[in-house]
C-alpha cells in the first residue's frame, strides 16, 4: 500500500524556517516525480513545488522561488521541503504527493501556521 | 498560467439524484485534465485523469467528458459518500493548475 507521511508543520513568526519531511512507503520512491501542493484555511489546492526523481530537476511556483527549497533523499525514501522567510500567506496545510503523472496519491498533509 | 474555472461553486442536492460539475480552462489543455474529490479534514482523492479515465477503485457511477477547454464531471447518482469538494486540474501547460473546487452538498 502506497503512504506518504508529512510532518514538520506547526507555528512560525513571520519571516521564520521550518523544514517539512515527507516519509514514502509501499513503492520505489526513487522511481518517481514527487511534489509539494498546499492549501491554506478553506480554500482551494495550490501546486508549490516539484522534484524529478533524481533530484536534477526542480521547479517553484512563483510565489515560493527564492525562498523554498525542495529536495529528496532516495536512499531514506524522504521528501523535503525547506521554507525559509516564511509569510503570512504561506499558512496552508502542505501535502505532498506522487505524481504518475497526475497526483494519484497523496499524505495526509501537515499544518504551517505563520502568525506572530 | 491556465485559470480553471468550475461552477457552480456550490451544487446542493439530494441523495440519488445526478450531479453535473463543470471546469473550463483559460486555454487548450486538451485532454489532460483530472478531477479529484476532497472530503473535509482529508487528502483529495484522484477519481478522474486524462478526462475521462477513472482511477483504480473508483465507482462507476463518476463520468468525465470533454476537451480543450470545457470538461464535466458527472456523478450519475449521489451517494451519502459523494457529498464533498471536487477540484480539476491541468497537466498540459506548466504549472499544473487546480480550479476553485464545487463543493456538492446535501439539500
Known amino acids: 500500500e502506497v503512504q506518504l507521511v508529512e510532518s514538520g508543520g506547526g507555528l512560525v513568526q513571520p519571516g521564520g524556517s521550518l523544514r517539512l519531511s515527507c516519509a514514502a512507503s509501499?513503492?520505489?520512491?526513487?522511481?518517481?516525480?514527487m511534489h509539494w501542493v498546499r492549501q491554506a484555511p478553506g480554500k482551494g489546492l495550490v501546486w508549490v513545488s516539484r522534484?524529478?526523481?533524481?533530484?536534477?530537476?526542480?521547479s517553484y511556483a512563483d510565489s515560493v522561488k527564492g525562498r523554498f527549497t525542495i529536495s529528496r533523499d532516495n536512499a531514506k525514501n524522504t521528501l523535503s521541503l525547506h521554507m525559509n522567510s516564511l509569510r503570512g500567506e504561506d499558512t496552508a496545510v502542505y501535502f505532498c504527493?506522487?505524481?504518475?503523472?497526475?497526483?494519484?496519491?497523496w499524505g495526509q498533509g501537515t499544518l504551517v501556521t505563520v502568525s506572530a | 498560467e491556465v485559470v480553471l474555472t468550475q461552477s457552480p461553486a456550490t451544487l446542493s442536492l439530494s441523495p440519488g439524484q445526478r450531479a453535473t460539475l463543470s471546469c473550463r480552462a483559460s486555454?487548450?489543455?486538451?485532454?489532460?485534465l483530472a478531477w479529484y474529490q476532497q472530503k473535509p479534514g482529508q487528502a483529495p482523492r484522484l477519481l478522474i485523469y486524462?478526462?475521462?479515465i477513472r482511477a483504480t477503485g473508483i465507482p462507476a457511477r463518476f463520468s468525465g467528458s470533454g476537451s480543450a477547454t470545457d470538461f464535466t464531471l458527472k456523478i450519475s447518482s449521489l451517494e451519502a459518500e459523494d457529498f464533498a469538494v471536487y477540484y480539476c486540474?491541468?497537466?498540459?501547460?506548466?504549472?499544473?493548475?487546480f480550479g476553485q473546487g464545487t463543493k456538492v452538498d446535501i439539500k
Open positions: 504527493a506522487r505524481v504518475r503523472p497526475y497526483f494519484d496519491s
Open positions: 509501499g513503492f520505489t520512491f526513487g522511481n518517481y516525480w
Open positions: 522534484i524529478n526523481s533524481d533530484g536534477s530537476s526542480i
Open positions: 486555454q487548450n489543455v486538451s485532454s489532460y
Open positions: 486524462d478526462t475521462s
Open positions: 486540474q491541468q497537466r498540459t501547460i506548466w504549472p499544473p493548475t
